[in-house]
């Protein structure tokens, strides 16, 4: 416990820091409806769970941009279920991938722009022999992360069962918005908004 808040505090410390080799990177704009959000780009690194509560309490977005090539799983796991228990809506703005990907489908409302892919595969092992291929743990952690999402047991078999066929072979990815829509979530694809638009928007 003393460990865990330990971590927590420096993960607050940071929180307002830029720190490009420790954690992804956070950015905030209004957007034309007038609601805040916060756009987490870059790899998901072991920190970011702390960090996101952080700017999470600081700031209090609506909504979560999301683009990148996945991360740390526990980290994203955490995310997940920070937006989940906020109420927060997601959206895909930017290839999303692996870990990018498990924090998508924790939106209470999940959009993505046209044309952006979101691309999962079931967690893996990230060291030693197994490197890149499925392992306990993380399909537990995967598991447990489905349900505090709150999705029907016939949704997290339909998934685990799409994750272990695509995830036998070391970085093989199944399309996350297709399966999301088949399972007729809140999925919203939507066009993107010009670079000029964002840009006017940023606080």
């Known amino acids: 416990m003393h460990a865990l ?3 927590a505090g420096a993960a607050t410390t940071l929180a307002g820091l830029t ?12 957007n034309a409806n007038g609601d805040l959000v916060l756009r987490l780009s870059g790899p998901i690194t072991p920190v970011d769970g702390g960090i996101f509560l952080a700017e999470v309490n600081r700031k209090q977005p609506r909504i979560v941009e999301l683009s990148g090539p996945g ?3 526990l980290s994203a ?3 997940g279920v920070i937006i989940h228990e906020r109420y927060m ?7 999303c991938r692996s870990a990018c990907a ?7 409302h999940m959009q993505a722009d046209e044309g952006v892919k979101i691309l999962n595969h079931l967690p893996v ?13 993380g399909t537990a952690l995967f598991g447990w992360y489905l349900g505090r999402l709150e999705l029907s047991v016939e949704m997290m078999e339909a998934f685990l ?4 066929a695509a995830g036998t072979v070391a970085n093989q990815y199944f399309d996350m918005l297709a399966f999301a829509e088949y399972w007729n979530a809140p999925v919203e694809i939507v066009p993107a908004e010009p670079e000029s638009v964002r840009a006017a928007l940023t606080e």
């Open 5 to 7: 808040q330990l971590l």
């Open 19 to 30: 720190l490009p080799a420790l954690a992804a990177d956070y950015d905030y704009r209004t």
């Open 71 to 73: 991360g740390d799983l």
């Open 77 to 79: 796991v955490r995310i």
């Open 89 to 95: 809506w997601t959206r895909a703005v930017g290839e």
């Open 102 to 108: 498990y924090i998508w489908i924790a939106g209470l």
């Open 125 to 137: 092992a990230r060291y030693g022999a197994g490197q890149g291929m499925p392992d306990t743990e």
């Open 161 to 164: 069962e799409k994750a272990t």
